[in-house]
């Protein structure tokens, strides 16, 4: 399983940067990036391009999956999920919605 791992970049040379945690990334599928900006990355790929407050997010459930990992309960590392509740991708909405599935 790949997981996307937020990083924020430092320094960017075209479509190549570095990233605050030290990591190459090739910005090849988002396009050059202005330092600063945040970027979810999968082996050593920048795949998009997200916002400060995604990346906490993000960077938070993960510190709640090493928590459950060793034992612990992960705290409140998924409170933004639980709040909202299950959601269906949009496209798997829409055909639920359209009645093409069932739920």
Not at 11 to 26: P, R, W, Y
Not at 53 to 68: M, P, Q, S, Y
């Amino acid at each position: 399983m790949c997981v996307g791992i937020p990083l924020q970049l430092t320094k960017v040379v075209g479509t190549n940067a570095l990233a605050h945690d030290g990591s190459q990334i090739d910005l090849s599928l988002v396009g050059p990036q202005p330092e600063g900006t945040w970027v979810l990355g999968f082996l050593g790929t920048a795949r998009a391009v997200i916002d400060a407050e995604e990346a906490h997010l993000i960077a938070k459930a993960l510190d709640g999956l090493r928590d459950v990992m060793t034992g612990g309960d992960g705290g409140d590392a998924f409170a933004d999920i639980d709040a909202r509740g299950p959601q269906l991708p949009p496209h798997l909405q829409a055909a639920l919605d359209a009645g093409r599935i069932t739920g």
